[in-house]
């Protein structure tokens, strides 16, 4: 395998908001591990921010080799200049050669900006990242032309190789208390930028959408005809403590709110089983639950797509077969 | 670009040096009389600091043995009393001595150690900064696992 | 104010056919738009000015037949629109994409108090051109704004970003990417869409006009390179069953025990 012997180790944006619902720095860590075995190196964590103690454990016990602290009360809020400029510095001076994050909406916000100020490549929401046995490049695929394609994206010669990572596509490792890491603390300069100020930050209202945890989804499309047939959706999610997911059809209908999408622009999820109920299954959507167990999909068109990657399909009325589940669920629990 | 290093635990880790650190020795712990100063690494099964060590006054007098967050040896007549998440020595004057106290996290736990502490020759070797302490002249600064005293029985 | 809008055309996706065979976009027949998004930001931007004076000049970088989405833009109220177009800017990733339109930006005159974009393209979809211009630009960035509120010297924004609704005070110049939500107090009729399609200059800059070197921009500009374009992989197809209600209800039911979701029914029931 030919390598830059220039620059070395993986590296994995720690975005520590929300830490115990928002999994997704460490599912990059485990990935993280993976790669580095391949390109024999390590994983470190860049973890910045105000009180970051628990998390730099967290990291560890997760299965970082290291994690590189810059922890100080200006970090407090995530401001994409001065994490910028800050993270810019720590790159110049470590030379990682890929260098990844989880696709958030901070992540997907700060890591373009980055990329631009290293000229360096940087990919999109990937869904999978692997090493090519030859090249030792990073290769990272992610969905192409809306959906219908997959896009296998390298960055031959710069670095480091950025990508950030759809949510939900790795795996953890489990907890281990046992775990000891390395911490570093880099001695430099936090640089604000006053050109953006945060005036005020609340947390959204509204229930909380937990789509990536629950072991049973259901999915509603367009195909379920309205708003008040949607709602069946919720009341079997309740019976079966699971969580309902929508496609972009049924959210632009209103019958669901946008934290609910499910696809490449969406959350992808995992659960055991997902019920997926008047969607045709278009690529946009199927690429957001191909992770599932076992897929139960019902359509009234026997040729509809989304039969050609469920374990069962049924050929039915979704909204008569969802009313009548329902009411045999009630009476059995 | 300069940067500090240490190690961490996922389990538990103490604070020194502006560092978090699974644990600390400072001086030579032995049967002899002098000096020495143990926060030892804690195993996943537990979830608090464990404190040890042979402290001196800022004057050099030998005032007090702990060991395993207990006091042993006690001519100082120092006072310790229990604190949620740990324990503070007060001098008998009401000067407090040190103060250890560990914060329980979800899965983990960080233990913060507030005091000055001096040795035989009354040099400062352990004093309050940020929200642990820094600590000077000769010791260990990251153990990977429990320390092992010698044969005394300490 | 003074105002860009960076504009995309982009294959209207829900019509977007594959030639399986050859593993390409069958582009002959497929409608072409402006990116959805990009749409908003150009609303807004006439919004913007329509309260507070100033221009709106709308930028694209593509093939020839992006001037089509340029005269849409004419017709909605632009004031001036530029085509960026150039063989030599062809096979772009983000980052050549965003030094073309931050170099066409930089050489306008007056120079924009304001750019927005589309928070992303429904073809690319990644949102990385918004970032990378401003931060050629080193205008601050905010993306995602639904919200946009004109002070003197600054803007107060809204944005939604991983479950934070945050107020930000951005100062100007500045670029901004917006999302569907976005509303700007104040709404511009479409214009006359024929009309723009008798006049209306559509103004076009290539590589020399831009003063830049064929490496710096296109392929040869880019940093990421697309190795491999493939279908995925498909999953296995189970058995489709037809029937009554009833009957598909206990199959959904055989398998919701089997994954032990539900314990299998017994006496007690």
């Known amino acids: 395998m030919q390598r830059d012997r220039d620059h070395k180790g993986i590296w994995i944006f720690g ?7 928002n999994r997704v720095t460490l599912q990059l860590i485990a990935k993280g591990k993976d790669l580095a075995q391949k390109l024999e190196t390590e994983v470190t964590v ?26 100080h009360p200006t970090l407090k809020d995530y401001h994409i200049e001065t994490y910028t400029r800050l993270v810019a510095k720590l790159l110049a001076s470590w030379r990682p050669e890929i260098f990844i994050a989880g696709a958030t909406a901070f992540g997907r916000e700060f890591f373009p900006r980055l990329a631009k100020r290293l000229r360096t490549g940087l990919s999109a929401d990937c869904v999978s990242l692997e090493i090519d046995a030859e090249s030792g490049l990073l290769v990272q695929t992610t969905p192409a032309f809306g959906g219908d394609l997959l896009a296998e994206i390298v960055t031959p010669d710069h670095r480091p190789q950025m990508a950030t990572v759809h949510p939900g596509v790795f795996d953890e490792r489990p907890h281990k208390s046992s775990a000891l890491g390395r911490i570093i603390y880099p001695e430099v300069e936090i640089e604000t930028d006053q050109r953006v100020q945060l005036v005020r930050s609340r947390r959204e209202q509204g229930r909380k959408v937990n789509l990536e945890d629950a072991s049973t989804v259901l999915v509603g499309g367009r195909g379920l ?16 403590n699971g969580e309902v997911g929508a496609t972009r059809p049924a959210i632009l209908a209103g019958w669901s709110e946008d ?19 008047g969607t045709s299954g278009a690529l946009q959507y199927t690429t957001g639950i191909q992770g599932a167990e076992a897929i139960i999909a019902i359509n009234r068109d026997p040729h509809a797509p989304i039969f050609r990657i469920a374990d069962l399909g049924l050929v039915g009325d979704a909204h008569a077969v969802l009313a009548l589940l329902l009411e045999k669920l009630r009476k059995r629990l | 670009m300069k940067f500090r290093e240490s190690l961490i635990s996922a389990n538990h880790n103490y604070l020194v040096n502006d560092m978090l650190s699974p644990g600390f020795v400072l001086g030579d712990p032995g049967p002899r009389d002098d000096f020495w100063f143990v926060a030892d690494v804690v195993p996943p099964e537990e979830r608090r600091g464990r404190i040890y060590g042979r402290l001196y006054d800022r004057r050099g007098d030998f005032i007090l043995e702990l060991k395993g967050n207990r006091t042993t040896e006690n001519p100082g007549q120092t006072v310790l009393q229990s604190i949620q998440g740990g324990f503070r020595i007060h001098y008998p004057s009401g000067e407090l001595l040190i103060k250890v106290h560990t914060r329980n996290f979800a899965n983990g736990h960080l233990t913060f150690i507030h005091g000055k502490v001096y040795d035989k020759e009354g040099r400062l070797r352990m004093e309050p900064s940020y929200e ?15 320390y092992e005293f010698g044969e005394s029985g300490h | 104010m003074n105002i860009v809008v960076c504009i995309k055309q982009v294959p209207d996706v829900p019509t977007i056919r594959m030639d399986r065979e050859r593993m390409s976009v069958i582009r002959e027949g497929v409608e072409s ?6 749409c908003v930001a150009l609303e807004a931007a006439l919004a913007l000015c329509n309260r507070s004076g100033g221009g709106v000049t709308v930028l694209s970088m593509g093939p020839p037949q992006s001037e089509e989405a340029l005269r849409e833009a004419l017709a909605r109220g632009a004031d001036k629109v530029i085509l960026l177009t150039d063989p030599a800017f062809a096979g772009a990733d983000t980052l050549a994409t965003s030094h073309v339109l931050a170099t066409a930006i930089s050489k306008l005159d007056p120079r924009p108090d304001l750019v927005l974009c589309g928070k992303q393209t429904v073809d690319s979809d990644t949102g990385h051109v918004g970032p990378q211009i401003a931060e050629e630009l080193d205008f601050p960035q905010v993306c995602g704004v639904h919200e946009i509120h004109l002070e003197t010297d600054a803007l107060v924004v809204k944005q939604v970003s991983d479950g934070l609704l945050n107020t930000l005070r951005v100062s100007t110049p500045a670029l901004l990417t917006v999302s569907q939500e976005l509303s700007v107090p104040g709404h511009i009729p479409l214009g006359d869409l024929e009309r723009a399609f008798s006049d209306g200059i559509i103004i076009r800059w290539g590589l020399e006009d831009l003063g830049l ?45 089997t994954k032990g979701i539900l314990d299998a029914e017994d006496a007690e029931g």
Request: charge should be neutral.
């Open chain 1, 15 to 21: 975005d520590y908001r929300n830490y115990f619902q």
């Open chain 2, 132 to 146: 642990g302490v820094k600590v000077h002249g000769k010791g260990q600064l990251a153990l990977v696992g429990p």
């Open chain 1, 46 to 71: 860049v973890l910045l921010g105000d009180q970051t103690h628990q998390y730099a454990m967290e990291y560890v016990a997760h299965g970082a080799d290291v994690v590189m602290v810059v922890d």
């Open chain 3, 213 to 257: 070197h064929a490496e710096e921009v296109g392929l040869r500009g880019s940093a990421t390179r697309v190795w491999r374009l493939y279908n995925p992989p498909p999953r296995r197809m189970g058995e489709v069953i037809s029937g009554p209600p009833q009957k598909l209800v206990e199959h959904i039911i055989a398998m919701l025990e």
């Open chain 3, 33 to 38: 738009i402006i990116n959805p998004l990009d």
């Open chain 1, 259 to 277: 934290t609910r999408l499910l696809g490449q622009t969406g959350k992808s999820v995992k659960p055991k089983l997902l019920i997926t109920a």
């Open chain 1, 225 to 240: 005809g309205s708003k008040e047939r949607f709602q069946v959706l919720f009341d079997l999610a309740d019976l079966l």
